[in-house]
């Protein structure tokens, strides 16, 4: 964390917020093969389940405020981001009730498979790719409706980063509907949306959102190492005035629609 905020600072951002995971879902991962993520496989017992260790809420501040002390002009927002918060209401609530994180996200990790949950890069080994990407679309109106844990939500197009290679190019266009519902139901809830850079740019999403009622959106690089940190951020923010959005009058606000 405290390499992150030294990056922050030699990079020129104003800002900074650190939105450490908070998962519930025990679910079934792909355990070999070329996607695999070997961290997790490591974590996972024989059977390929995988249980996130549980959220050091207190660690975690008390880290915050060490690089709070260190970097006096960097703002460092405390931040949680919930793996599906809709299948977890009373964690969820037990953890927000301690009041102490200024941004929160939700976002959705896996899917159900019968009486399991499963990750999605084992899901595309097992269904039609486009099944797979309209399964989860699918499940984010109920995280939406269902849950009013968050203020943002995370990579709404995190499907397509583990998108088969084999299954050639997806294309964006052919999953539009999907996404303009979701992002029509994301809106009407009053909520942000985040535009992600870990992978590629996807301004059709953000035109989407503009076109069916988004108000705002913010920023996320998905920096689990310093020096992702901010990746792309500028041809994000490009994009975002190019879709209406305009920078919000504070570092730490989302961008609101002009």
Same mark, same amino acid.
């Given at each position: 964390?405290?390499? &992150? ?5 030699? +990079? ?5 917020? /650190? &939105?450490?995971? *908070?998962?519930?879902? #025990? ?13 997790? &496989?490591?974590? *996972? #017992? ?14 975690? %501040? ?13 703002? +460092?927002?405390?931040? @949680? ?10 964690? @969820? *609530?037990?953890? %927000? ?16 498979? !019968? ?16 099944? @797979? ?10 995280? +939406? ?21 084999? =299954? ?6 052919? /999953?539009?509907?999907? /996404? ?21 740019? %996807?301004?059709? +999403? ?10 705002? @959106? &913010?920023? !996320? ?7 992702? %940190? =901010? ?28």
């Amino acid at each position: 964390m405290e390499r &992150t905020c030294a990056r922050a600072v030699a +990079i020129g951002l104003p800002a900074i917020a /650190f &939105t450490e995971h *908070a998962d519930y879902t #025990t679910w079934t991962i792909l355990d070999s093969g070329p996607e695999a993520d070997d961290d997790l &496989t490591a974590l *996972a #017992t024989p059977q390929g389940q995988f249980t996130p260790p549980e959220l050091d809420v207190d660690g975690y %501040l008390e880290c915050l405020q060490r690089c709070r002390d260190r970097f006096p002009d960097l703002i +460092i927002r405390s931040g @949680v981001e919930l793996g599906e918060p809709h299948w977890h209401g009373a964690a @969820v *609530a037990a953890l %927000l009730g301690t009041g102490r994180f200024d941004l929160v996200l939700g976002s959705l990790h896996c899917l159900s498979a !019968g009486q399991q949950r499963v990750g999605i890069s084992k899901l595309y080994s097992e269904r039609p790719p486009a099944d @797979v990407v309209r399964e989860y679309l699918a499940e984010i109106p109920s995280l +939406i409706e269902a849950s009013d844990a968050f203020s943002v939500l995370a990579h709404i197009d995190y499907p397509l980063r583990d998108w088969p290679a084999e =299954a050639g190019q997806y294309q964006l266009d052919g /999953f539009q509907e999907e /996404f303009r519902h979701a992002l029509r139901v994301l809106a009407r809830s009053g909520r942000a949306l985040e535009i992600n850079t870990e992978g590629p740019l %996807l301004p059709h +999403i953000a035109r989407w959102w503009r076109e069916e009622g988004g108000m705002a @959106v &913010t920023f !996320g690089s998905d920096a689990h190492e310093p020096d992702t %940190l =901010a990746r792309q951020f500028h041809d994000a923010a490009a994009m975002a005035e190019s879709c209406g959005f305009r920078p919000s009058s504070s570092p730490c606000d989302p961008w609101p629609k002009r």
